[in-house]
C-alpha cells in the first residue's frame, strides 16, 4: 500500500511517499503565502519524481500548520503525533525528539513504540525559532546556509539574552557595531536557541536518545549548541526537515 | 426571519440548557437595578472583588458590584482589547491584569457592554484573589473619591491557624463598622444569619450543580459552569440566588434521567485550570465537543464553594474569616495540586487543561509544577494553553489549535 504525508508549515511544505513502511522519497519546497497550494505543489511534485499517480495513492495525511487547509487528505494530524511517528520510523531507539520548525519549537518525550508520552511547545512568540534565526542571518548579512558552519569558528561565544526576536536582533546589531566577530555572535545566536530549548525539553523530562527534527535541524551550530546544553549526544537523520511528513505517510498507512 | 433561519437543529436544541433564558433575565434586572439612579432605588452601590464577603452588603441593603464580573462581560463581548489600550494610553503597563487595565478604562469612558458601571459609593477590596486588587482598587477610589476598605487576607501556604482567624475576624468588625457609618444604619445581626444561612444554602447549590458531572455524559460542561456562575458570584446570600440554583440542579437531574449529556458523545473527560478564556469560551467549547472531549469540572467555578465546608451555618460572621482566607487562590501550590487531583478522581478525568493566563499571576504561577504533580501522583497528561482572560492579543488560534489537537491526538 503506498501514503502520502504532507507537511505545511509556516515556511516550508514536504511531502513523503511510504510503500509498505518503506520511505521511496520526500521532497521540500518553500510554502509562500498559500498554503493549500503549497500542499498540492509538494504532492504533484514528489508524485512525478516517483513516477507516481495519485491514483496509486491509497491515503493521505496533512500535518502542520497548514494541515486543515489540506483538502484532498483524508485526516489532518498534528506535527507532534507525526513527528514522533516519523522520529521513531527513522530510527527506533530514540525517546525524545526536539524539532524546530520555521514559527515553533517543540520538545516531545516518546515511549517505544512512538506514541507521545508529552510535549511542550515554545509560547506565542517565535524567538529560537526557524524564522528568528532568518531575522538574525539578514542581520548579520550571512546566507542563512552558511550560520551552522560559521559558528563553529567562535572562539568567544556572545551573549544574547532577550527572549524576544526584536529584541534579540537589536542586540546583535549592538554587538556588531561594538565590534564582536561574526562567528561568535552567531554562536551566541544558537546558544540562546539551546538555552530555550533547554528549559522547554527540562519541563517536560526529554529522555535520551534524542533526535532533532524540523528545518532548524540543518543547522550544525544548533545541534552542537544544544548537544552541549543538554549534555548528551543528538541524533539527525538526513530527512530531518521531511520528519513530519514521514510521519505523516506512515500513520496514513495504519488508518 | 427567513424560513430557513427558523429551522432549528434538534440535536442541538436538545443539549441547550433552558434555564440560560432565566439567567440572563435575572442578571439584566440586576444591573438595570443597579444603574437606576440611586435616588430612585434608594441603594448604595460597592464595588467589591470576586473573591469579598458579599454578605454583609446584602444584610446593608447595598448593591454590589463586581468589576470582575463585568471584565468578563467585557471578555466575552470581546471589548477588552479596545479598552486595554485606552488603559496603556493612560499609561499603565500591558503587563497589567487586564480585568484591571480594562475597568480602570471603562471607568472614564463609561466602555463595555452595559455602557461602564454604575459609580459605586465605597470599594470593598479583598487580597485573597491577588494583591493586583489593592492597587487596582485604591486607583478608582481616587478616581471616584470614595471609602476603600481593605480586608487583608494572609496567604494560606500550608495551615490556616487561630492567629489568622483572629486577624481576619477584627477586620470583619471594622468592615462592619465601616457600612454602618456610610449607610446611616445599624447593622442587622439577625438579618445577617438569614443571608448567611442563604449563601450557605446557594453555595452548597453550586457545589451539587457542578456535581452533576460526575454522571457519564455528564449533563453541563465547564463552559456552562462559567456562565450560570455569574449569581454565585454576585447575589450570593439572596433568595433569587437559592430560588434560581435550585431550577437549574432540577434540570440538570431531568438531564441525568433521561441520559442527555452536553457532549454527543463523550469520550474524553478533563478538568479546566485557572479563569475562562471570555472571548473564546464558544471556539473552545466547539473546539474540544469536536473532539468529544467534556471539560467537566474546574478550578475557577468551584472557587465560590469550594470552602464552605469551614463555614459554620449557625455563626456565619465568627466562621466567616476562615471561609474567605482558604480559597484556593490564597492557598500554596501543594494545596492547589492537592485539590486538582482531588478533582481529577472525584470526576474521573482523564487530563487536566491549564489556561497559563497573562493576566493572573497567583493563578498561573505554580503551574508548571503543579502539572509535574499531576505526572507523579496520578499519571494523566496535562496541557498547557497560553492566553489572557480578556486581552485577545495574547492568543494564537493556531498555537492552541495544535496544542489541543495534539493534547487529544495523545489521550487516544
Known amino acids: ?255 | 426571519m427567513t424560513t430557513m433561519e427558523k429551522i432549528k437543529d434538534p440535536e442541538k436544541e436538545k443539549r441547550k440548557i433552558k434555564s440560560d433564558k432565566k439567567i440572563r433575565a435575572i442578571m439584566t434586572a440586576y444591573y438595570m437595578e443597579a444603574k437606576t439612579p440611586k435616588e430612585i432605588t434608594g441603594k448604595k452601590i460597592a464595588w467589591i472583588t470576586s473573591g469579598g464577603p458579599v454578605e454583609p452588603l446584602h444584610v446593608m441593603d447595598v448593591i454590589p458590584i463586581y468589576p470582575e464580573n463585568y471584565g468578563a462581560m467585557i471578555g466575552a463581548s470581546k471589548m477588552g482589547v479596545g479598552l486595554c489600550e485606552k488603559s496603556e494610553q493612560m499609561g499603565y503597563s500591558s503587563d497589567l491584569c487586564s480585568y484591571a487595565r480594562a475597568d480602570i478604562a471603562s471607568a472614564i469612558v463609561n466602555g463595555g457592554p452595559i455602557g461602564g458601571l454604575p459609580a459605586p459609593d465605597m470599594l470593598i477590596c479583598c487580597n485573597n484573589i491577588c494583591g493586583t486588587v489593592l492597587k487596582w482598587y485604591e486607583v478608582q477610589a481616587r478616581y471616584f473619591n470614595v471609602p476603600l476598605f481593605i480586608l487583608d487576607t494572609p496567604i494560606c501556604h500550608t495551615e490556616f491557624n487561630p492567629d489568622m482567624k483572629r486577624y481576619v475576624t477584627a477586620q470583619i468588625k471594622e468592615y462592619i463598622a465601616l457600612l454602618e457609618k456610610i449607610c446611616g444604619k445599624p447593622f442587622d445581626y439577625d438579618r445577617m444569619k438569614e443571608v448567611g444561612r442563604l449563601s450557605v444554602q446557594g453555595q452548597r447549590l453550586w457545589q451539587e450543580i457542578l456535581d452533576t458531572t460526575m454522571n457519564r455524559p455528564a449533563p453541563m460542561t465547564c463552559f456552562d459552569a462559567f456562565f450560570h456562575l455569574a449569581m454565585i458570584v454576585t447575589l450570593r446570600g439572596t433568595q433569587i440566588a437559592v430560588d434560581y440554583y435550585e431550577s437549574l440542579l432540577q434540570e440538570m437531574k431531568e438531564r441525568i434521567a433521561q441520559g442527555i449529556g452536553m457532549i454527543a458523545e463523550e469520550k474524553y473527560r478533563l478538568v479546566w485550570d485557572n479563569i475562562p478564556v471570555w472571548y473564546r469560551l464558544r471556539w473552545l467549547s466547539d473546539k474540544f465537543a469536536a473532539h468529544s472531549a467534556c471539560l467537566v469540572a474546574d478550578t475557577y467555578t468551584s472557587g465560590w464553594c469550594g470552602t464552605m465546608k469551614y463555614l459554620d451555618e449557625n455563626d456565619f460572621l465568627g466562621s466567616l474569616a476562615e471561609m474567605y482566607t482558604r480559597i484556593f487562590l490564597n492557598t500554596g501550590t501543594d494545596i492547589m495540586a492537592d485539590n486538582i487531583i482531588e478533582m481529577v478522581e472525584k470526576y474521573e478525568a482523564d487530563g487536566v487543561v491549564f489556561h497559563s493566563n497573562r493576566s493572573c499571576k497567583p493563578y498561573s504561577l505554580g503551574q508548571y509544577d503543579i502539572q509535574r504533580l499531576i505526572k507523579e501522583k496520578v499519571g494523566i497528561p496535562t496541557l498547557m494553553i497560553e492566553a489572557d482572560m480578556t486581552d485577545e492579543r495574547s492568543f494564537s488560534e493556531s498555537q492552541v489549535e495544535t496544542r489541543i489537537d495534539a493534547f487529544i491526538e495523545m489521550l487516544q
Open chain 1, 1 to 255: 500500500m503506498i501514503t502520502a504525508g504532507i507537511d505545511v508549515g509556516s515556511i516550508s511544505a514536504k511531502a513523503a511517499i511510504i510503500e509498505d513502511n518503506k520511505l521511496l522519497g520526500a521532497r521540500v519546497i518553500l510554502t509562500g503565502y498559500n498554503a493549500q497550494n503549497a500542499g498540492r505543489q509538494v504532492f504533484d511534485q514528489i508524485l512525478s519524481e516517483l513516477d507516481l499517480t495519485a491514483s496509486r495513492i491509497k491515503r493521505i495525511v496533512a500535518t502542520g500548520y497548514g494541515r486543515n487547509s489540506i483538502q484532498f487528505a483524508d485526516k489532518a494530524v498534528t506535527e507532534i503525533t507525526c513527528h514522533a511517528a516519523g522520529g521513531i520510523f527513522l530510527n527506533p531507539a530514540i525517546r525524545s525528539i526536539i524539532d524546530i520548525g520555521g514559527q515553533d519549537s517543540k520538545a516531545i518525550v516518546i515511549d517505544k513504540n512512538g506514541r507521545v508520552q508529552n510535549f511542550s511547545m515554545n509560547d506565542k512568540c517565535a524567538a529560537g525559532t526557524g524564522r528568528f534565526l532568518e531575522v538574525m542571518a539578514r542581520a548579520l548579512e550571512v546566507d542563512l546556509d552558511a550560520f551552522g558552519e560559521l559558528s563553529l569558528h567562535a572562539d568567544n561565544t556572545a551573549s544574547i539574552s532577550s527572549l524576544c526576536t526584536v529584541f534579540a536582533e537589536s542586540e546583535v546589531i549592538s554587538l556588531i557595531s561594538k565590534g564582536a566577530k561574526r562567528e561568535n555572535i552567531i554562536a551566541g545566536i544558537h546558544a540562546s536557541i539551546a538555552s530555550r530549548i533547554m528549559a522547554m525539553g527540562e519541563r517536560i523530562g526529554i529522555i535520551p536518545p534524542v533526535m532533532m527534527t524540523g528545518g532548524v535541524a540543518k543547522n550544525i551550530g544548533v545541534v552542537k549548541a544544544l548537544e552541549e546544553k543538554l549534555n548528551t549526544p543528538i541524533i539527525v537523520s538526513e530527512y530531518a526537515q521531511e520528519n513530519g511528513a514521514i510521519g505523516a505517510a506512515l500513520i496514513a498507512s495504519k488508518i
